[in-house]
């Protein structure tokens, strides 16, 4: 019994070795840079305000997440939102459940935006929340109260 725990320990202690050799040459040759910097070249993420407010967007397929409880916050005319820069490349558009409310001029100008899905917990959409995003053809909700 004891020789099985001195090997097992042994094996360990060479698992946590190659471990760190492997670490080192990632780091050293830049390829988990890499890795990490294209994933960022992909999505774009932040928060935003009060109720936890967070956002993920996903540049390859245009898929814009926003997730947080309560009232969305506010934005300003022009789209104060955080995705502003993206607002031309948007074409789906999730709302997750937590939110209640939709604010004036979150999605504005989001000219290719097509599809928008609501959680059943939204109470409130501004009539400016979508100014200008006049090609939306698919509304849905999901979700139980």
Not at 91 to 100: A, F, P, Q, V
């Amino acid at each position: 019994m004891e020789k099985k725990s001195h090997v097992l320990t042994y094996l360990a202690e060479i698992l946590i070795i190659a471990v760190i050799i492997l670490a080192a040459h990632l780091i050293a040759t830049g390829a988990g840079l890499k890795v990490f910097s294209e994933a960022n070249d992909k999505v774009d993420f932040g928060t935003y305000g009060a109720c936890d407010f967070r956002y993920i967007y996903n540049k390859e397929t245009g898929l814009l997440t926003v997730r947080g409880t309560g009232e969305m916050p506010a934005f300003g005319h022009g789209s104060t939102a955080a995705w502003k820069s993206y607002n031309k490349e948007i074409r789906r558009l999730i709302i997750d459940e937590g939110l209640t409310s939709v604010s004036p001029y979150a999605f504005e100008n989001c000219v290719n935006l097509r599809e928008v899905v609501f959680p059943s917990t939204i109470q409130t959409i501004d009539y400016r929340s979508f100014r200008g995003s006049d090609y939306i053809t698919s509304v849905q909700t999901t979700g139980s109260p």
